[in-house]
């Protein structure tokens, strides 16, 4: 039986990320993230395979030698929730810099690394828009997951189910496969039950080739 999301806290916390893993990493341009003494690893908790089916399409569907043969999440070690209705230190200043150059030059919270292949292509050699588009979806739902459970840790809104309410996606230049490309994600604000992160799709240079900002929603407590 594999785990399920209201042990996603305590389960990334605690099992350990496959060696082969990291150190394939290590051989590729990554490795300045890897070993980036600010980040640590921890297990791509929807790559996981789950006895409800939960999780079927990261887990199983787009997880094979010929699609993304491998991931690796990182997260900051000093890994902090801003208080309700505080935004990121900088965030004006951000966002000045991403209408320049599109980048997220502030430090984000979580980088995806992923391994991309031809059996994700659209376009020839080219990433399908679409599997861009959940890539996206699901590393900043991550993200958000860590920061909602560590905010409700010991309590029953910890259980609640949290949605994306909307994903704006801008597909800034083409993802030419095989490749690998790290995915940055970081929360900006919170307010109540809603949740609003950024992030971008990024390759060896720096270029964003993806970037997204969205809404996630936590479902209300039943009473």
Known sequence: MGPDWVDF?????????????????????????????AYRPIVTFSR???????????????????????????IRRDFVTPAEGQQKQQQHKTHQRRNEDNSMNEA???????DLRSDLNGFKDTTHGGVLCALMDEALSICVEIHRQQTTMGSSAGNLNLYTAYLTTNYRAPVLNPCTVAVKSRLERREGRK?????????EQGRVLTDANGLWVVAKERL
């Open 195 to 203: 949740w609003f992160l950024t992030g971008s799709l990024e390759d």
């Open 9 to 37: 806290l305590e389960y990334i916390n605690t099992t350990p990320v496959p060696r082969e893993e990291i150190e394939h990493f290590r051989t590729t341009w990554a490795r300045k993230f890897v070993d980036d003494p």
């Open 48 to 74: 996981i395979p789950k006895s409800n089916g939960v999780d079927a399409f990261f887990a199983k569907t787009i997880r094979s030698p010929t699609t993304v043969p491998s991931a690796l999440m990182l």
């Open 108 to 114: 984000p919270d979580c980088i995806w690394l992923l």
